[in-house]
């Protein structure tokens, strides 16, 4: 999946390709433009002295990713919006070109993060919601869920200190959805997400 932040997407470099478009007196690319790169790639939208900024998007010919959304000096940089060639979607913050900031995270299975961000991976609080309806909530620390947070079921809840991605430590409360509350201390008691890959 692409939210790990190992499948780096690079656009073109500026100077390549066909472009159409305003310029300043320098002749730099400055204002309103539209670029088709040599391999196939195209970008339509704000330049600053040379370097796509402002609003624009980058449609990727290959695998059919695409950027709407904010640069700064050649950079996704501000809010945009990120369909990776997996179709999995992430709408957030960028800064100099990394997921970083608060952002949601459409995966292509269908499961769901909304959280913070940092250097493309999750970093701070955030909650991860599965398709089957089961929630994680807690915080990432480089992409492991680490500290106080919970696991939310349909029929009950565990809250504890997490133990990686999928499990929580001993002890921890078990709360079922009649109110019902119980701390958990026997270790072969599973107090994590079943048939859920770690994520």
Same mark, same amino acid.
Not at 96 to 109: D, Q, V
């Given at each position: 999946?692409?939210?790990? *932040?190992?499948? !780096?997407?690079? !656009? !073109?470099?500026?100077?390549?390709?066909?472009?159409? @478009?305003?310029?300043? !007196?320098?002749?730099?690319?400055? @204002?309103?433009?539209?670029?088709?790169?040599?391999?196939?790639?195209?970008?339509?939208?704000?330049?600053?002295?040379? #370097?796509?900024?402002?609003?624009?998007?980058?449609?990727?010919? =290959?695998?059919?990713?695409?950027?709407?959304?904010?640069? =700064?000096?050649?950079?996704?940089?501000?809010?945009?919006?990120?369909?990776?060639?997996?179709?999995?979607?992430?709408?957030? +913050?960028?800064?100099?070109?990394?997921?970083?900031?608060?952002?949601?995270?459409?995966? #292509?299975?269908?499961?769901?993060?909304?959280?913070?961000?940092?250097? %493309?991976?999750?970093?701070?609080?955030?909650?991860?919601?599965?398709?089957?309806?089961?929630?994680? #909530? *807690?915080?990432?620390?480089?992409?492991?869920?680490?500290?106080? *947070?919970?696991?939310?079921?349909? %029929?009950?809840?565990?809250?504890? +200190?997490?133990?990686?991605?999928?499990?929580? %430590?001993?002890?921890?409360?078990?709360?079922?959805?009649?109110?019902? &509350?119980?701390?958990?201390?026997?270790?072969?008691?599973?107090?994590?997400?079943? &048939?859920?890959?770690?994520?």
């Amino acid at each position: 999946m692409s939210d790990d *932040g190992e499948e !780096e997407i690079k !656009e !073109e470099e500026p100077s390549l390709g066909i472009y159409e @478009g305003e310029r300043n !007196e320098s002749k730099q690319r400055h @204002g309103k433009g539209k670029n088709i790169f040599v391999n196939g790639d195209v970008y339509d939208g704000q330049y600053q002295f040379g #370097a796509k900024s402002g609003y624009g998007s980058y449609k990727w010919k =290959k695998g059919g990713a695409r950027y709407i959304g904010e640069y =700064k000096n050649d950079l996704r940089h501000g809010e945009g919006y990120f369909i990776y060639p997996d179709g999995s979607k992430y709408r957030g +913050n960028f800064v100099e070109g990394k997921r970083t900031g608060y952002g949601s995270y459409l995966y #292509a299975n269908g499961d769901l993060y909304q959280g913070e961000w940092q250097n %493309d991976v999750k970093h701070g609080k955030g909650v991860y919601l599965y398709k089957n309806g089961s929630k994680k #909530a *807690g915080t990432f620390v480089n992409g492991v869920l680490q500290g106080s *947070g919970e696991i939310m079921q349909p %029929d009950h809840k565990v809250q504890g +200190n997490w133990a990686g991605n999928i499990s929580m %430590d001993i002890p921890a409360k078990l709360t079922f959805s009649s109110g019902f &509350s119980k701390e958990i201390t026997d270790p072969q008691f599973f107090t994590g997400i079943p &048939s859920i890959a770690q994520t």
